[in-house]
C-alpha cells in the first residue's frame, strides 16, 4: 500500500510519471492546494498572462514534441478562458491534459464564488472529462486523462477537482498505465487486408490518381510510407493545411495545398482525378467546396483511423479503418510501379499557368505579404518551426513559405482561432529549445493575445514574432470586399506603435515598410539570440487568391488576372 499523500501531491506525482516537465497555467483559489503542492516537484510552471494563452501553449507543445501538452487553471473564469484552447485542440486532434480546480464539493450546485460547471461547458469540444469530488479517484482518473489523451485520434482531456479533494488524502497508489482500462477506449483497430487490397487494385487501373494528405499522416509518423506510395506509383500529393510538411513541398510529386485558398492546379486535379486517395483527413468543408460537384471523376479510397469520419462527408467507394502508418506499410507491397507522364504534365500545364498570376510576380517598393513570406523563407532556409494566426497572413504562409519536414507549421486548422500563434510558439519553443520558433500574425490576432510578451520575458523565451500589419482584419475585410460590395463593417484595427511595444517590454524591435528592407530586418531577428519583434507594414487591400467562394465548385476560384505590371501601371490585386 502506498504511503498517504494529497489529492494535490498525486496530481504531481502523476505528472512525473507520464513524462512531464513542462506546463502552463495561471493560479487561482480553488487550484491553490494544487500549486502549493507544486515547489516540491521538479516541473517547470511557465505562468501565462491569460488561460487561453496556456491553453495554446499546451497545444503548441504538443504539435511541436508530439508529447501531451498540460496546462493548469483555476474555476469558474480561469476554466472557461481554457475553452477556446480546449476547442482548438479538439478540433485539430491535440492531446492536451487541462487541470483545474473546482469549488468543495460541499459548494457543487450552490452558485458558489468562482463555480461553474466546466465540464458541463466543455463536454462537446473535449475527447473526455472528469470531475473528481473523492481523493480516492484521483490517481486512476490522472492516468486515464493521459491515456485517452493520447490513444487513437488524440484530443484533450479535462480533469476539474475539487478543492476538498485536492486536500485530502489517500493511500490508493498510481497505477500502472497498463492496468487503466477506459471502456470504450480502443488504440485502433487492426488493418483490414480486404479493404487494402481493393484499394491497392484501384490504384493500379487508375490513369490520373491523386493523394490528398491530411493530420493524420504526420499524427501517425506516415511521412515516409507516404512518399513511398507517391514515388512507387507516380502518384501527385496535395495536402490539407494541417497536412502540410508531411511531404517536402520541394518534391517534384507535392502539389501544395488544395482547397479554398490551395493551388489552382491542386484543386484543378482533385476534379479531374479519377481515383482519390484521402489519408488522414476528413474532406472538410475549406478543401470540399460545394459537395456535389466535388472530384466528380473520382472513385474515393479513405485511410482514415476514426469511423465516424468515413463517409460522413464524401461517400467513400473502399474506406481503410486504421492507422495511416500501419495502413499504408501494408499497402506498398501491392502497388504497382507505373509511370503516369502525360497525367503529370497536364498538371504541369496547370501549374505553369497558376504561377502567371502569382503575386509575388509583381515588383513593387511597399511590400505586400507574399514578399514578406518567401523572404522568411529564403533567410531560415526552411529550418524553423512556424506558429500562425488564422486569417490571410496564414493562407500566404501556406502558400509561400516551403515547408520541407513535418510539423513545421503549427496553426488552428479547423477552428480558425484567432490569437493562437504566440502563445503556440512559445509552447513549441519550450518543448523544443533546439528549434527557431517563429509566429506570424495578422494586427488583428496578435492584439488578442499580445499580453503574452509578458509570459516571453518572465520566462526568457527567444520567439521571434512577426506582426503583418495591414491595419484591417485582413481576411474579413477581404470578404466584406468580394462579396459586402467594400462595407468595411467594424473590419479596420488600430494597432500600437509595436516598436515602441517592443521597447516597454524590453523586447527587441523593428519596423519594416519597404521591400528592400525585408532580408535584412528578417536576418536580425532570426539570427538574434533573445525574442524579437518585427512590425511588418504591408499594403492594406491585398487578398489572398485563389479563392473559392461559399457554395461554390473549388474549381470555380475566384482567381487574380495574368500579372503584367509594366512600368506605371496600377498592379491588380
Not at 493562437?420 to 528549434?435: D, L, M
Request: hydrophobic share 45%; net charge negative; glycine share 8%.
Amino acid at each position: 500500500m502506498a504511503k498517504k499523500r494529497s489529492g494535490a501531491d498525486i496530481v504531481w506525482e502523476a505528472l512525473l510519471a507520464e513524462g512531464v516537465d513542462v506546463l502552463f497555467g495561471h493560479p487561482g483559489g480553488a487550484i491553490l492546494p494544487t500549486y502549493d503542492a507544486m515547489t516540491k516537484y521538479p516541473v517547470r510552471h511557465i505562468l501565462a498572462r491569460h488561460e487561453q494563452g496556456a491553453a495554446h501553449m499546451a497545444d503548441g507543445y504538443a504539435r511541436a514534441t508530439g508529447k501531451v501538452g498540460v496546462c493548469m487553471a483555476t474555476s469558474g473564469p480561469g476554466a472557461l478562458n481554457l475553452v477556446t484552447g480546449l476547442a482548438t485542440a479538439m478540433m485539430d486532434s491535440i492531446p492536451v491534459v487541462a487541470i483545474t480546480g473546482q469549488v468543495p464539493t460541499t459548494l457543487l450546485g450552490n452558485d458558489a464564488f468562482q463555480e461553474t460547471d466546466v465540464v458541463g461547458v466543455t463536454l462537446p469540444i473535449t475527447k473526455h472529462n472528469f470531475l473528481v469530488t473523492d481523493v480516492h479517484e484521483l490517481p486512476w482518473v490522472m492516468r486515464a486523462a493521459f491515456k485517452i489523451a493520447r490513444t487513437g485520434r488524440p484530443g484533450p482531456v479535462l480533469v476539474d477537482i475539487c478543492k476538498d479533494a485536492q486536500i485530502a488524502e489517500t493511500d490508493v497508489p498510481l497505477p500502472d498505465p497498463d492496468d487503466v482500462h477506459v471502456p470504450g477506449l480502443e488504440r485502433y483497430p487492426q488493418v483490414d487486408m480486404t479493404a487494402v487490397r481493393e484499394a491497392a487494385a484501384l490504384i493500379n487501373k487508375a490513369k490520373r490518381p491523386l493523394i490528398i494528405a491530411g493530420h493524420g499522416v504526420l499524427l501517425s509518423g506516415a511521412e515516409r510510407e507516404l512518399q513511398e506510395l507517391a514515388e512507387r506509383g507516380s502518384i501527385p500529393v496535395t495536402t490539407t493545411l494541417l497536412g502540410i510538411g508531411s511531404i517536402p513541398e520541394t518534391h517534384p510529386l507535392a502539389l501544395g495545398m488544395c482547397g479554398m485558398h490551395g493551388e489552382a492546379f491542386a484543386n484543378m486535379a482533385i476534379q479531374k482525378c479519377d481515383v482519390l486517395i484521402g489519408i488522414g483527413m476528413r474532406f472538410d468543408d475549406r478543401v470540399t467546396g460545394r459537395l456535389a460537384d466535388f472530384a466528380p471523376n473520382a472513385k474515393v479510397i479513405h485511410f482514415e483511423l476514426d469511423p465516424s469520419e468515413v463517409n460522413k462527408n464524401v461517400q467513400a467507394a473502399v474506406a481503410v479503418v486504421g492507422d495511416a502508418k500501419e495502413s499504408l506499410q501494408a499497402l506498398l507491397p501491392l502497388i504497382e510501379p507505373v509511370s503516369r507522364a502525360e497525367w503529370l504534365r497536364q498538371i504541369d500545364g496547370w501549374r505553369r499557368e497558376s504561377q502567371e498570376r502569382d503575386i509575388a510576380n509583381i515588383e513593387v517598393d511597399e511590400v505586400i505579404p507574399p514578399h514578406f513570406m518567401r523572404e522568411l523563407w529564403h533567410v531560415t532556409k526552411a529550418d524553423v518551426i512556424i506558429a500562425t494566426d488564422v486569417g490571410q497572413h496564414q493562407m500566404w504562409e501556406a502558400q509561400y513559405y516551403i515547408h520541407q519536414r513535418p510539423n513545421q507549421l503549427l496553426t488552428s486548422g479547423g477552428l480558425g482561432t484567432m490569437g493562437y500563434a504566440v502563445p503556440a510558439a512559445i509552447g513549441a519553443k519550450v518543448g523544443r529549445p533546439e528549434e527557431t520558433v517563429w509566429a506570424v500574425v495578422g494586427d488583428g490576432g496578435f492584439q488578442m493575445t499580445m499580453q503574452e510578451l509578458g509570459t516571453i520575458v518572465q520566462e526568457d523565451i527567444p520567439i521571434k514574432i512577426a506582426v503583418i500589419r495591414n491595419g484591417f482584419l485582413g481576411m474579413v475585410r477581404q470578404w466584406q470586399q468580394l462579396f459586402y460590395e467594400k462595407r468595411y463593417a467594424a473590419t479596420p484595427i488600430f494597432c500600437p506603435d509595436l516598436v515602441k511595444l517592443g521597447e516597454a517590454y524590453g523586447i527587441p524591435a523593428r519596423r519594416i515598410t519597404r521591400r528592400d528592407e525585408l532580408h535584412d530586418a528578417i536576418k536580425e531577428a532570426h539570427e538574434s539570440k533573445g525574442p524579437f519583434l518585427l512590425d511588418v507594414k504591408v499594403m492594406e487591400e491585398v487578398n489572398v487568391y485563389p479563392m473559392v467562394a461559399p457554395g461554390a465548385g473549388i474549381d470555380e476560384m475566384i482567381r487574380r488576372p495574368i500579372v503584367q505590371n509594366p512600368s506605371g501601371m496600377t498592379p491588380a490585386w
